[in-house]
């Protein structure tokens, strides 16, 4: 793993992306991005699955 990265509304908290980081930050490096582009993310997504640039991809009960 070359980083771990914390994005979205939460990661404008300090505190919490502070705390995340030292809980995390023996396994990689922490980068913290805030913003609230997800739906924007989600929407590119979309569009390249709907232009077969990538597969689309169905997940688990658990996420994976």
């Known amino acids: 793993m070359d980083r771990i990265v ?3 509304g ?3 908290s ?3 992306t502070g705390w995340i980081a030292e809980e995390v930050g023996w396994i990689a490096p922490v980068a913290v991005y805030p913003g609230e582009d ?3 993310a ?3 997504g979309a569009l ?3 232009r077969g640039e990538e597969p689309a991809r169905e ?3 658990a996420g994976m």
């Open 6 to 8: 914390l994005t979205g």
């Open 10 to 12: 939460l990661a404008h």
């Open 14 to 16: 300090e505190m919490l």
């Open 38 to 40: 997800e739906m924007a």
């Open 42 to 44: 989600l929407a590119a």
């Open 48 to 50: 390249r699955v709907l």
């Open 59 to 61: 997940y688990g009960e």
